[in-house]
């Protein structure tokens, strides 16, 4: 139970009315450490004075705190809110229990091992992966994450773009300009785009190479060997692009199953839905799922000439899904540019009654822009692929390493600048709100000042690095006494509530930005107070404080998938 969690149960046993309330931590402290409506909401429904009320609930929340407890003093406010302040002591006692727990500190066992699935990454094969796909990866990760330490199961799934028309194309293509099968075993992902378009281009020019490309797709889907045996190569050449990426995102999945697996039920899907009457065929041959009833416009699952589709074999994912795992929840992590189709997958879904609507998550984010806020280009003006930029933000950061500490091994540096670039380069996508579009500021983002990942690294190393210097002794919390520390101890009890809002709402910037605030707290303390030259029993607290707010740091970051170092 988080404090939070405490605060709520004990407020609700002071009504027996069952009414819908609010504890949130203020922003300004003079209003408390916790605050709650629960007497403007219960005022409203028994129409009675609030501030009336709120003295009652005050009076009962007293007789209810017995010594030893963790409120210390309540205040009422106009129109009728009540102010908590938590108790010294009770921060004091918290500060063990963090040291205790260490990197399990934030962890709950609310999932109950539920299943939830994340749908996430998902690049196209054929194609280098781009920097909308890293967008997914990197977030997709975080929630895996955040939801496995609530306790969780987690399913990762990347569900790689392998199937699908624009195969025919690349099958013809291959077929035209490399003859040689055996030659395709050496083709590159940035070969592989330049063939699809090529054929492309002459398809613009030769509409009859539509139809070769569409002949090539059908053989495929026959089990044409010739044509599975491209397909083959070509995705495994892919994939073994995708995953040198996740290898230095560190990113894991436990599935890579793509939509290609699911090849064999797309005819039966479309039947079932027709069975059930979910689906109608129009004239022109098309099968639909009509959605008026939710204002969306029909979702098509089987094109007139027999061809099934994206949304197709979505169906039949989510189908398998669901009888494999029962999930709770899967969260498809996704760009906005797909809202509204998610939005027909999901009330079809839904239809099909596969799984309820309220358990399937589009968890959507924006583009990635450059400093003028422009699409991320190349200077050809060419769209910028993921290993583009994980290897731009890698050197720069090595270029930074090595004005700082020009005396650091190669080995150390090359390591470092691997862990602060990416690290950058998560959170600078992390910590911005995800619906909106990023932007990609070189210098801020690897800034050593200011909210980015390297600042919080370096913030933590600092810590560390005081921590390292001593011996961890027997402490005494009572020592910790000034504003600043009680300040900082209730910044760190509130880590499990954090991470479990940020998991129950998807809003990964909440904990990046709690984690800034941290940092921020934690220099502005070793800066005004002393540490190591504190007397004893101060001194010895202090650590204990410090070594405290180092494991929440962690903690977090590593929620973010980003990694610490000790020294930098
Ligand atoms: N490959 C798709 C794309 O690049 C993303 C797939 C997302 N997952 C899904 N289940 N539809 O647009």
């Known amino acids: 139970m988080t404090v939070k969690d405490e605060i709520k149960s004990l407020i609700s046993k002071t009504t027996r009315e069952k009414v819908e309330f609010i504890v949130e931590t203020p922003e300004i402290r003079n209003y408390g450490d916790y605050a709650t409506n629960i007497a403007l909401v219960l005022a409203k429904k028994l129409k009675k004075d609030p501030i009336q009320i ?3 609930i005050k009076f009962k929340l007293i007789s209810f705190l017995k010594k030893g407890d963790i409120i210390e003093k309540i205040e009422i406010v106009k129109p009728g809110f009540i102010n908590l302040f938590l108790k010294p002591d009770f921060l004091q006692k918290e500060l063990k229990s963090i040291l205790k727990q260490d990197n399990k500190f934030g962890s709950q066992d609310i999932g109950g091992n539920k299943n939830v699935i994340i749908d996430y990454s998902s690049p196209n094969v054929a194609k280098p992966m781009h920097v909308g796909h890293l967008r997914s990866t990197i977030i997709g ?15 990762g799934d990347n569900h790689l773009g392998d ?5 025919g194309i690349m099958i013809a293509g291959c077929k035209k300009y490399k003859p040689n099968i055996s030659n395709l ?15 492309n281009r002459e398809i613009g020019e030769n509409p009859d190479l539509q139809e070769v490309a569409k002949q090539e797709f059908k053989k495929l889907e026959d089990g044409d060997r010739e ?8 995705r495994r050449k892919s994939l073994e692009d995708f995953n040198k990426i996740y290898e230095i995102l560190k990113i894991k999945f436990d599935f890579i199953l793509g939509e290609s697996f699911y090849e064999e039920h797309l005819k039966e899907e479309v039947q079932h839905a027709l069975k059930k009457k979910v689906a109608v065929t129009n004239s022109d041959g098309s099968i639909i799922i009509p959605l008026d009833e939710f204002n969306l416009i029909p979702f098509l699952i089987q094109k007139s000439d027999g061809a099934t589709l994206y949304g197709t074999r979505d169906l039949a994912t989510i189908r398998e899904r669901v009888k494999k795992f029962k999930p709770e929840k899967i969260v498809y992590v996704i760009g906005n540019e797909q809202a509204f189709y998610l939005q027909q997958f999901f009330r079809a879904a839904e239809l099909l009654g596969y799984i309820s609507y309220n358990k399937l998550f589009h968890i959507k984010f924006g583009l990635v822009l450059d400093e003028n806020h422009k699409k991320l280009a190349t200077r050809e003006g060419r769209v910028v ?9 890698i050197e720069l950061a090595e270029k930074i390493i090595k004005e700082k500490n020009p005396k650091l091994p190669d080995k150390e540096r090359e390591r470092a600048a691997k862990i602060i670039g990416i690290g950058a380069l998560k959170y600078n996508d992390l910590s911005q709100n995800r619906q909106t579009d ?7 983002m690897l800034s050593f000042e200011g909210n980015s990942g390297p600042y919080l690294q370096y913030t933590y190393v600092r810590l560390a690095s005081i921590i390292r210097k001593t011996k961890l002794t027997d402490f005494n919390p009572k020592f910790l006494k000034e504003e600043k520390e009680i300040g900082i101890l209730k910044e760190l009890i509130r880590f499990p509530e954090i991470v479990r809002e940020t998991a129950e709402n998807f809003q990964i910037n909440n904990l990046a930005n709690y984690l800034f605030k941290l940092a921020n707290s934690m220099n502005s303390f070793y800066e005004s ?37 000790d020294k930098m």
Request: no cysteine; charged share 25%; aromatic share 12%.
């Open 529 to 565: 107070l002393p540490v190591l030259k504190a007397e004893e029993n101060i001194k010895s607290a202090r650590l204990a404080l410090i070594k405290a707010a180092s494991i929440v740091l962690r903690n977090g970051l590593n929620l973010l998938g980003i990694e610490t170092l």
């Open 438 to 444: 990023i932007v990609f500021d070189w210098a801020k």
């Open 385 to 393: 692929s993921a290993e583009e930029l994980i290897n731009k933000v």
């Open 141 to 155: 990760q975080a929630i895996y994450n955040l939801y496995k330490f609530l306790g969780y199961k987690t399913i």
């Open 227 to 234: 044509n599975r045996e491209i397909w083959r190569i070509l």
């Open 163 to 167: 199937w699908g028309t624009q195969f």
């Open 185 to 199: 075993e050496k083709i590159t992902t940035d070969e592989m785009l330049n063939i699809y378009v090529k054929f």
């Open 54 to 56: 709120a003295e009652e």
